[in-house]
Structure formats: C-alpha cells, structure tokens
C-alpha cells in the first residue's frame, strides 16, 4: 500500500473568510491494509489554516465495508450525495470547528463547532470524491445539508455545506443562522432592561406593499423601504418599528407621503393581526410599536384617525403592555415585564390628548436625550443620499449620545433618504447595509463604543438583523478570542 495525503478543502461563502479550523476524529473505518502505522486513531486532530485545506495521511482503497460503516452512521439524507456509500476509502466520524470572519460577523472572528460530523472519500472514475454528512445534517436541495452546531457562546447556529463534485476536493460553507431571529430576546434574562439591548429597527416599517400611489412612477423606487410585512420583519428580528398612521379609502393604512405625493402601505389591522399572531408563537418576545406620524393633509383629519385607532386597539388590549404609572420610563422596564406584550408609543401631541393613556397600553413619546415619561429616543436621521456623510453623521451622534443603561434609547439611523434624481429606497439600503456590519464591529470591538439601543435601517432580512442582534450575546472586545 502507499500513504497518500488526501485533502479536501472548505471554502467559505462570498464575504466570509476561514481563519483556521480543526476535526478531532471519534470513530472511524479505512479499508483493510490502507493504514498499517495507525496514521488514523480516535483523538487525531487535523487542523487547517486560511486555505481550508484539511489533509489526512492514509491509504486508497475502496471496500464496501467502509461504505457499510458509514452508511450505519450517517443516513442518507443526512449526507450531501442524499444516497449512500456503496465503495468508499475510508470513513471519519468526529468534531469539526471552524473559526471564521466576515459576512454578517463584520470583522468579528466567531468559531463554531460542529459535532458528530461525517467525512469520507470515495471514487468516482478517475477521479476520488469527498463525501460530507453528520448526525445533526439535514439534506435539504442541490447536494447541500444543513447542520446544526453552536457558537463560542453555547447558542445554536446553522450551516450549510455544500459538496463539490465527484471530481472536487471541495466543501462550500455558508452560515445560515448565526441567531434565533424570532426567538432571540428569549435568550435575555428577565432583568435585563429595554435600554440594555441592542435591536434592530424598521424605518418606515409598513412599506413593503404600496397602494394608491400619486404618481404612481414613484412608487417602487421612492416609497417602498421594507421587502418583507411587519410579521416578516419581527421574524427576522426587529423590534423596533416605525409607523406612520393615515384613515384613507375607509382603512387605517401606513403611508410614506410628502404632502399629496406617495403611497398608502400595509393597513394597520393586517399588522395588529401579525403582531398578535408572532407574540402567541412567541411569547418571550416583545416590540416597540413608534407610532411616528398620524397624517395631518388637506381632507385627512389626525383626530379622527387617532379615535379610528383607539377603537381598533381595543380589539388587541390583551397583548399590549400597560402602565397605570402614567409618569413611567419605560426604557427602565425590566425585559420580564413585557414578555408577550407590544409597547405602543405615540409622538407627543397637546391637541391629541387620546393618544396617551399609559392604562390602556398608549405611551408617550419624546426625541431627546434627557429621560422622560415614557419613552425617550435620540432619533436623528443624516437627510442624505451620501453614504459617507450618513456614516459621518452617525457616528458623531453615536460618540455623543450612544451608551446602553443611559434611560433613553439612542437610535443609529443607517438609513439614506432618496431625492427625486437619486437613486431609489432598495439601492441605497443595500449601500448601507452592506457596510453595516464592518462598522459595528470596528466601532463596538475595536474602539470599544458602547452600543446603540437601536439600529435602524431600510429594506431590512434576517442577514443584516443577525450582525445587530448579535452584539447583545458577546461582550466588548470579546469577540475575537478564538
């Protein structure tokens, strides 16, 4: 027999990069006579740097009793090739880590452990092909699995890896979930207060769908910020919203108008239906509801749109949260307190006196940076399609008034506002999206900034909100320990 070094390579997805990785081999089958000085045994760590190259030093040769060892172990669907081994070289069965940076991570090294995961070469023509599966590995579409492991913190992720081919020694990865969007507050203690959290936010939150749009040539690119309903969005793990509130066509709907121009969003009912349905699936969570504007417009009357809502909340008393403390802060509620429940608030108004009664689950709010009652946010948008303005902007109000525990919420508004001859809503966002998680982690990890409260942005998914949210389980300058 000869010793051959057998690689196989993980490659990892567009914007993430490997910094190093190990298995550890637990239990294993190479075919009779590939490796006679026990190059193989349980315990063996193989380790790779930034090339992803894992190399083993054993024998070829295939055998069906390798193939019938794997195939005990790891059930085809479990597998990349979703059918099983027939002729393979050899077999592992062991832990895979791997310590990667990038993506959604920003500039964070995060590793990840992957346990009871398969490996194994087999032949195809002239060629030798890898085989990759586990027993936390799910097939699910065009030769990929989704495993299950976990962070450096003991929280779940998920994974997908991809097999290359018969004749490639390669394994796509591709991180899938780094966070429980839906579920994430779950993993806070009670304690932890409103101000100690660090959530992503909606920017006109009810604009994935537009209706009754003047002109109508605007409407896509102008006046849609979000991709996905409100429901969608507290899946992906905002929790924070901006709602701005029209009576309109004999409906509450959303709106994103300036003066007659723009477009009615989704109807307040269809998000009041969503949001009780997501807080029954998931009642450790909680939002703030921003009731931002209520729209003052020739023929549209503010007082009789609020009494419209007052009335159509009555309908949802049960799940939002209420205060007979008419003067209290709710930056300092405990998390515990309003499990379960949406937290409405409403911008201050004197002629609207019905739109607050902290009894009945209505709130105050003010911009500011002073606390008050009942909710104080420092919300200062940068009115620009520059991004290096918006980032410039951000920052200094960031470095000024950012911090957690302060009483208030400090908002980071990542957001870029479109003119007429600029680029529309999607295309700035993606602008400043992409950026996003760098600037988190240089800010929060390198120049140890205290975080924001909240991250606000347009066109917001379940990618960009799991480099936001996952600030809240790793403590500055923590993140990268490998």
């Known amino acids: ?34 490796d006679p000085k026990g190059h193989i045994h349980t315990g063996l760590v193989v380790k790779c740097g930034g090339d992803g190259k894992f190399t083993f030093s054993v024998g070829r040769h295939g055998s069906g009793q390798v193939a019938d060892w794997f195939n005990q172990h790891v059930p085809a669907s479990q597998t990349t090739f979703n059918h099983t081994a027939g002729a393979l ?19 964070a ?34 030769h990929q699995v989704l495993t299950d492991g976990q962070s450096s913190q003991g929280k779940p992720v998920s994974f997908t890896f991809l097999r290359g081919g018969n004749n490639v020694s390669t394994v796509g990865v591709s991180p899938a979930t780094l966070v429980d969007t839906a579920n994430w507050m779950g993993q806070l203690s009670d304690s932890t207060r409103i101000d100690e959290i660090m959530m992503p936010g909606s920017h006109d939150a009810g604009m994935s769908e537009l209706h009754h749009c003047a002109p109508p040539y605007l409407a896509d690119s102008k006046t849609k910020t979000q991709s996905g309903s409100i429901g969608q969005q507290l899946k992906d793990g905002s929790r924070y919203f901006d709602i701005r509130v029209d009576w309109d066509h004999g409906k509450l709907v959303t709106f994103h108008r300036t003066d007659g121009w723009g477009c009615n969003g989704q109807d307040l009912e269809s998000i009041m239906n969503q949001a009780r ?3 029954m699936q998931h009642p450790k969570e909680t939002a703030i509801f921003k009731f931002a504007q209520i729209r ?28 007979a403390n008419s003067s209290v802060n709710l930056a300092q509620m405990d998390l515990g307190s309003v499990r379960g429940k949406l937290i409405l608030v409403f911008n201050e108004d004197k002629d609207y006196p019905t739109r607050v009664d902290p009894a009945q689950g209505r709130f105050r709010y003010r911009d500011g940076s002073t606390p008050m009652p009942n909710l104080t946010v420092f919300d200062k948008y940068s009115d620009t399609t520059d991004y290096e303005t918006m980032k410039r902007t951000q920052l200094e109000h960031w470095s000024n008034y950012g911090g957690l525990g302060q009483g208030f919420l400090f908002l980071l508004s990542w957001t870029l506002t479109p ?13 400043a999206n992409s950026r996003l998680p760098d600037v988190l982690y240089d800010q929060i990890i390198n120049h140890n900034a205290s975080k924001p409260n909240v991250v606000y942005i347009d066109f917001l998914n379940s990618q960009i909100t799991q480099g936001i949210i996952w600030y809240n389980f790793v403590k500055e300058r923590t993140a990268q320990t490998q």
């Open 109 to 142: 090294h995060e590793t990840f452990t992957f346990q009871k995961v398969a490996l194994a070469q087999g032949h195809a023509g002239s060629s030798n092909n890898w085989w990759f599966g586990g027993q936390k590995s799910q097939y699910i579409q065009h």
């Open 419 to 431: 003119t007429l001859t600029s680029s529309g809503v999607a295309t700035l966002a993606e602008k």
């Open 89 to 107: 070289n050899f077999a592992f069965l062991g832990t895979l880590k791997l310590t990667i940076t990038g993506g959604m991570l920003g500039g």
């Open 1 to 34: 027999m000869t010793y051959h070094d057998n690689d196989v390579y993980f490659s990892l997805a567009k914007g993430y990069s490997i910094i190093e990785g190990s298995y550890t081999v637990e239990s294993y089958s190479v075919t009779d006579g590939q």
């Open 277 to 279: 349905e997501f807080l």
């Open 296 to 323: 003052k417009y020739s023929g549209h009357d503010p007082e009789n749109t609020m009494k419209e809502i007052v009335k159509l909340l009555g309908h949802y008393s049960s799940y939002l949260y209420a205060n």
